[in-house]
């Protein structure tokens, strides 16, 4: 969900979850970042959702974001601004064909999105890529209710940052994902599971499911939840899942056992070690990092 174009992507990125902020920057050499930092948030600070206002205690959030990203940002004040999944419905959307002209596409991709939210369209921000597939048009949407979009966005410039780019933490996440072969992207957070699977570099499947579990989900829970998803990808593309990422989760060797079981795929963790650099002010959990991570690999 950009609000500026063809200008520089940003070297900073910063993710508001429910519990706490998240902050890297990337390393000028492009191996990954080379500072991330994370302040905790108080319980109730930010309720993600679809329709409500999320910073239910903006000044906190705020004073998060000064924290975090003043750890590691330097003279840097542009930012990829990365929100919870629950604030946002990202839709895969197939067209015979769509107009070359960019609003008019959006025009098209709006009114096809309409009956299919749960609030006005057009109090809405939405953002898209289509690719041409064969004979279509294979577009990812991502819509938010403007009103609670633009509160992330009002926060990071109270604290004294450019929000260039929003995007929900999932689609963020996928940056650090190779999607050559068919791929299952698992993220946990304290609300949601996300599920994604891409293949030939394209998104072919996105879900976010309720989770009243959080980060204690147990591996057979996530397996369980996971397994419609596995199923309608492998009877529609007549492809198996051959490799899964994991984040999200303090221990992901905890589901691996399970996840292999069900699927015979080899299982990882999206976000490697090497790819974080020096935590600034406190140490950063790196299985937490996906969202910050895969917005400025990408």
Partial sequence: MSSTANTPKPKLACEIAADRVLAGRFADN????????????????????????NLRQADAVRAGIE??????????????????DAAVRVMLVDFDTLPSDQEEALGV?????????????GKAKVSFHAQKVNDEVKVVAAVGLASVIEDYEAA?????????????????????ADGKRPTLVVKVDAHTTSIAILSSDQLQ???????????????????ED???????????YHLNIERIYVAGLPESGGATPALRAQTGAEVQDLVASSQLGASTG???PRWRMAGVVGALIS
């Fill in 30 to 53: 492009g191996g990954g970042l080379e500072a991330c930092a994370a302040r905790e948030l108080a319980p109730g600070s930010v309720v993600p959702d679809l329709v409500e206002g």
């Fill in 67 to 84: 924290a975090a990203l003043g750890a590691v940002a330097g003279r840097g004040k542009d930012v990829i601004a990365v929100v919870p």
């Fill in 109 to 121: 991709v709006r009114f096809r999105l309409k009956k299919s939210l749960p609030f006005d369209v």
């Fill in 156 to 176: 990071f410039r109270d604290a004294g940052f450019s929000p260039g780019v929003v995007l929900p933490s999932m689609l963020a996440a996928l940056g650090a």
């Fill in 205 to 223: 499947l996105f879900r976010t499911l309720e989770n009243p579990r959080g980060v204690t989900i147990t591996g057979e829970q996530l397996a």
């Fill in 226 to 236: 996971v397994y419609p998803s596995v199923v309608f990808f492998q009877d529609t």
């Fill in 282 to 284: 406190g140490p950063v």
